[in-house]
């Protein structure tokens, strides 16, 4: 089972920032990135195929393909790819965010 990690503002002390991350303000980041590209429906496949709506951020890490899925607030990312942890840290350090397990 992989790890789940979440992007969040939850955890900071600043009454200046917004404790969220916006799903425009997602877009607008994301789409500054050109190793990322933004997608409403995520397919899974593999001996059988699924199909997820949502709001996602995927990132280009050679032949693979990484979703940042917006949700809520926050943006949640799997651990599985170790290439994962380091751009994560980068995305949630340029967004003001902190990033936790789960």
């Given amino acids: 089972m992989s790890q789940r990690y979440r992007i969040t503002r939850a955890l900071q002390d600043n009454d200046n920032s917004a404790k969220t991350i916006t799903l425009e303000e997602c877009k607008k980041f994301f789409s500054s ?3 990322f590209s933004y997608t409403s429906v995520f397919t899974v496949t593999g001996s059988t195929s699924m199909s997820i709506e949502g709001e996602f951020f995927m990132w280009s890490c050679g032949d693979a393909k ?3 899925r917006y949700y809520q607030g926050d943006i949640y990312v799997s651990g599985t790819n ?3 942890i380091p751009k994560m840290i980068e995305v949630a350090g340029e967004l003001g965010a902190d990033v ?3």
């Fill in 66 to 68: 990484i979703p940042f």
């Fill in 33 to 35: 990135k050109p190793d």
């Fill in 82 to 84: 170790e290439a994962v």
């Fill in 100 to 102: 936790m397990e789960g």
